[in-house]
């Protein structure tokens, strides 16, 4: 099993920043890549972001020029630095990951428990 742990979370102003981070950790696992994904109530979660291992990324359209996903291979770590926040980017921020058993070679998906991001004035 991997577990992820994330934190950075909380209250900002509109134009505000926030930065999120996500540590990954499991025996005989390989992490692979990783991402940020967010919902709010009654919708369905989105991608923000994501990253590969050689450290390719992806953005949500919403999010480009605002926000900055990186990694930190060594510590497992991913993060989400977000700048220009707007009330629209209010929601559960969600960590994953992609990682890959040294056991059976196989690639699983797991999910942090989610950070409240909430842009208000």
């Known amino acids: 099993q991997v577990q992820l742990v994330e934190s950075g979370g909380g209250v900002v102003q509109p134009g505000g920043s926030l930065r999120l981070s996500c540590v990954a950790s499991g025996r005989r696992f390989s992490i692979n890549a990783m991402g940020w994904f967010r919902q709010v109530p009654g919708k369905e979660r989105e991608l923000v972001a994501t990253?590969?291992?050689?450290?390719?990324?992806n953005y949500a359209e919403s999010v480009k020029g605002r926000f900055t996903i990186s990694r930190d291979n060594a510590k497992n770590t991913v993060y989400l630095q977000m700048n220009s926040l707007k009330p629209e980017d209010t929601a559960v921020y969600y960590c994953t990951t992609k990682a890959t058993s040294w056991e059976t070679l196989n690639q699983y998906d797991y999910w942090g428990q989610g950070t409240q991001v909430t842009v208000s004035s």
């Open positions: 990253i590969s291992r050689g450290g390719s990324t």
